[in-house]
């Protein structure tokens, strides 16, 4: 099977897979809008920050490493099962450490103790089994979308199951952490080729040594992933930021579902071209042409009919959403586009492209955010955050273009 082949298939299965827990996730939304109330969702959003911070500060580039290499999976298994373990240990420790100034700064006291049951998340998933790489190493993505639709399932019964019980965004975390226990098991029952505890001080250089460019983008991709959340709980309080919460996750995050579930598949398909330009230049055209027609269509209703949908699946108490989802569809479609440039820079290694586009996109997102959100309120959310996305857009045109061109 040619490699457009199994682009297509690839990105058959993980848009299948996406709708999928698209369509779960809303219901979980839908659910949970009547069980919990937008200030339960804004406590959520604000542990999520710490969660994201600490897992950028010790990022380690372990799956891309793994993608990348030409040796097999075995060589570097162990090892980077290690590393994975010592990183899960380091984040809940330093997730422990910011939940405490969370707790000052938003001055809610619950915080602290929310962030520490939040830690476990990372340090459970430490121990999964990097074998699981194998999915997308080796093209199977029936598999792999098999995969995680189970444990995309599970995780909303649970939630529900917690919130119902609960009535706190503790039900939130509880979720995460039982999921996070499934996916550790799971690696080790599906997988034959397990890690041991063995260290190579070699292979674990060669894994660091990869992670120095990547690095800096993980920083950077988790710090414009949260600071949002991060500064319009500050701003507005933890109710407008709940509100903010799930008017990103109906509108912004299902653009962002399906461009990851296209550069899942094509990014192992990049790396087999590089040496083949026309044939990587003809897969990024492709590839770009079936985002843009999807999410488009995707979006459409969001654009059409906002509060419709918002009082029909949240209820009335969420109506105040509406008037910014069209800001952040469209934001989420620019977010889509620039997710596949930045595929074509991992692959090609192109660090330092990826790191100034995602410095500026975080600036942008930063100063956008302060002024309209000071000027606007809570309709300035939506503003900051298309703006966020258009200016650095020349960047990427420019970069990619010039990447596709000239190569590594």
Same mark, same amino acid.
């Given at each position: 099977?040619?490699?457009?082949?199994?682009?297509?298939?690839?990105?058959?299965?993980?848009?299948?897979?996406?709708?999928?827990?698209?369509?779960?996730?809303?219901?979980?939304?839908?659910?949970?809008?009547?069980?919990?109330?937008?200030?339960?969702?804004?406590?959520?959003?604000?542990?999520?920050? &710490?969660?994201?911070?600490?897992?950028?500060?010790?990022?380690?580039?372990?799956?891309?490493?793994?993608?990348?290499?030409?040796?097999?999976?075995?060589?570097?298994?162990?090892?980077?099962?290690?590393?994975?373990?010592?990183?899960?240990?380091?984040?809940?420790?330093?997730?422990?450490?910011?939940?405490?100034?969370?707790?000052?700064?938003?001055?809610?006291?619950?915080?602290?103790?929310?962030?520490?049951?939040?830690?476990?998340?990372?340090?459970?998933?430490?121990?999964?089994?990097?074998?699981?790489?194998?999915?997308?190493?080796?093209?199977?993505?029936?598999?792999?979308?098999?995969?995680?639709?189970?444990?995309?399932?599970?995780?909303?019964?649970?939630?529900?199951?917690?919130?119902?019980?609960?009535?706190?965004?503790?039900?939130?975390?509880?979720?995460?952490?039982?999921?996070?226990?499934?996916?550790?098991?799971?690696?080790?029952?599906?997988?034959?080729?397990?890690?041991?505890?063995?260290?190579?001080?070699?292979?674990?250089?060669?894994?660091?040594?990869?992670?120095?460019?990547?690095?800096?983008?993980?920083?950077?991709?988790?710090?414009?992933?949260?600071?949002?959340?991060?500064?319009?709980?500050?701003?507005?309080?933890?109710?407008?930021?709940?509100?903010?919460?799930?008017?990103?996750?109906?509108?912004?995050?299902?653009?962002?579902?399906?461009?990851?579930?296209?550069?899942?598949?094509?990014?192992?398909?990049?790396?087999?071209?590089?040496?083949?330009?026309?044939?990587?230049?003809?897969?990024?055209?492709?590839?770009?042409?079936?985002?843009?027609?999807?999410?488009?269509?995707?979006?459409?209703?969001?654009?059409?009919?906002?509060?419709?949908?918002?009082?029909?699946?949240?209820?009335?108490?969420?109506?105040?959403?509406?008037?910014?989802?069209?800001?952040?569809?469209? &934001?989420?479609?620019?977010?889509?586009?620039?997710?596949?440039?930045?595929?074509?820079?991992?692959?090609?290694?192109?660090?330092?492209?990826?790191?100034?586009?995602?410095?500026?996109?975080?600036?942008?997102?930063?100063?956008?955010?302060?002024?309209?959100?000071?000027?606007?309120?809570?309709?300035?959310?939506?503003?900051?955050?298309?703006?966020?996305?258009?200016?650095?857009?020349?960047?990427?045109?420019?970069?990619?273009?010039?990447?596709?061109?000239?190569?590594?």
């Amino acid at each position: 099977m040619g490699y457009t082949a199994h682009t297509l298939r690839g990105f058959g299965w993980q848009t299948t897979l996406k709708f999928a827990t698209a369509g779960i996730a809303l219901f979980k939304i839908a659910v949970l809008s009547h069980i919990l109330s937008p200030n339960d969702f804004g406590v959520f959003a604000i542990v999520l920050v &710490a969660l994201g911070i600490s897992e950028a500060t010790t990022q380690t580039g372990i799956n891309i490493t793994l993608l990348q290499t030409t040796k097999k999976l075995q060589y570097y298994l162990s090892t980077a099962w290690v590393i994975a373990i010592v990183r899960g240990f380091l984040i809940a420790i330093l997730m422990s450490i910011i939940g405490i100034f969370l707790a000052n700064y938003y001055t809610n006291p619950i915080l602290a103790p929310l962030t520490v049951v939040a830690a476990l998340v990372p340090l459970i998933k430490g121990f999964i089994n990097p074998s699981i790489v194998r999915l997308q190493k080796e093209l199977l993505f029936s598999k792999e979308a098999i995969f995680r639709l189970s444990l995309s399932i599970i995780e909303t019964t649970v939630t529900i199951l917690f919130a119902t019980i609960i009535h706190s965004p503790l039900a939130l975390l509880l979720s995460l952490v039982c999921i996070a226990i499934v996916e550790v098991l799971a690696s080790f029952y599906l997988f034959k080729e397990r890690p041991t505890l063995h260290f190579s001080k070699r292979r674990a250089k060669d894994i660091l040594t990869n992670s120095l460019g990547l690095s800096p983008a993980s920083f950077l991709s988790y710090i414009g992933d949260n600071i949002d959340d991060f500064l319009i709980g500050k701003l507005l309080g933890t109710y407008k930021l709940g509100l903010y919460h799930n008017a990103y996750a109906f509108s912004h995050k299902p653009n962002y579902d399906v461009s990851k579930a296209l550069n899942h598949s094509t990014l192992p398909i990049f790396t087999k071209m590089l040496t083949e330009k026309a044939r990587l230049q003809n897969a990024f055209l492709r590839s770009s042409i079936a985002l843009v027609g999807l999410i488009f269509v995707l979006s459409l209703p969001l654009f059409l009919f906002p509060k419709q949908l918002v009082s029909l699946l949240f209820g009335e108490q969420w109506l105040p959403i509406a008037e910014v989802l069209p800001f952040l569809a469209l &934001a989420g479609i620019l977010h889509s586009i620039t997710n596949l440039g930045y595929n074509i820079w991992i692959a090609t290694k192109q660090y330092l492209l990826l790191n100034l586009h995602l410095a500026l996109s975080v600036a942008a997102l930063v100063g956008c955010l302060l002024y309209l959100v000071t000027h606007n309120d809570f309709y300035g959310t939506g503003q900051a955050l298309l703006f966020s996305r258009l200016i650095p857009l020349p960047i990427l045109i420019f970069g990619v273009l010039k990447t596709l061109k000239h190569g590594k």
